[in-house]
């Protein structure tokens, strides 16, 4: 069921104490569009109960907006019931999170990655059930998707590729969802990379990197100071092409934002990836 109203959309948070939760409460405030109807965390955390207006400075005087944090998702239906939720927690309490959401007719913006092919299909098959829309985005950076793009063109030029991505220390999972969801455009049109000339060996395990079925290696680098970077590296005789994008702070994200929350109203289906609504 496609949702076309000029009500403004009601919108609520999971994972309202993390990095992403916290910068989504921007845009959602700023943009006439929304409605913050409310949020949850972490059951039992001490920050459970605490008015929304201490997690934002989007708020222009920093007044109570009168919007508690809720301890769970079902203690969050208690008190409201919001058109749409943005989940920004890990994988697994994401994937729970957006089932959740679509088996209680809200519909599910997921900037999580790590999910599983089953999770993802499971999500696929209840929101094409219900006539839902749900959106799944590994990055929500219009410059990121953008940086996907242009590998996915350029390795129809290409026969020898790499990827590294570089992320703070607190990203559990690795590869990150953004050089999945890389490579596997890059892979799309059936090519086979990094074809070996000659027979490799490694000293020290893994030291070439992580290699997807396609041939295209991914290295994972975690430390204090970076963000959220990547560097696509294709090679050919005599030269180099580097695609590079770089987020340094998590204001890149918020147009992002908005834009999934909007469009995720219009949709009836699971859609993967942000390049899948822009015009």
């Known amino acids: 069921m496609i949702i076309q109203s000029d009500a403004r959309i009601k919108v609520a948070v999971a994972g309202i104490n993390g990095r ?5 409460l921007t845009p959602i405030l700023k943009d006439g ?5 409310g949020a949850f965390g972490r059951t039992g955390a001490p920050y459970v109960g605490c008015d929304l207006s201490e997690f934002t400075d989007a ?10 944090v809720c301890s769970s ?5 208690e008190t409201t019931y919001p058109d749409a939720i943005i989940v920004l927690m890990v994988a697994d309490a994401s994937f729970a999170c957006a089932k959740k959401a679509l088996e209680s007719g809200i519909r599910p913006v997921i900037g999580a990655s790590g999910l599983s092919k089953d999770q993802i299909a499971e ?3 209840l929101a094409s059930e219900r006539k839902m829309g749900a959106l799944l ?5 219009i410059g990121a998707v953008l940086m996907m793009e242009f590998a996915k063109q350029a390795a129809k030029y290409y026969g020898n590729a790499e990827i590294v991505e570089m992320h703070h220390t607190k990203k559990v999972d690795a590869p990150s969802g953004t050089a999945m969801h890389t490579v596997n455009k890059m892979a799309s049109g059936g090519k086979k990379f990094n074809v070996k000339e000659v027979t490799e060996h490694e000293s020290m395990p893994h030291v070439r990197g992580a290699e997807h079925s396609s041939g295209i290696r991914v290295h994972s680098l975690r430390l204090p100071g970076l963000i959220s970077h990547q560097e696509v590296i294709f090679g050919s005789d005599g030269e180099l092409l ?14 992002g934002i908005a834009l999934s929350l909007k469009a995720v109203m219009q949709l009836n289906e699971l859609k993967i990836g942000l390049e899948t609504i822009l015009d």
């Open 73 to 77: 998702f079902d203690h969050l239906l």
């Open 33 to 37: 569009a929304f409605e913050l109807v």
């Open 59 to 68: 708020t222009e005087d920093r007044s109570q907006l009168g919007i508690p």
């Open 137 to 141: 985005v590994p990055n929500f950076s």
């Open 242 to 255: 580097t695609i590079r994008h770089d987020s340094f702070n998590t204001n890149c994200f918020l147009r």
């Open 20 to 24: 992403m939760g916290r910068a989504s």
């Open 123 to 125: 999500l696929s098959v």
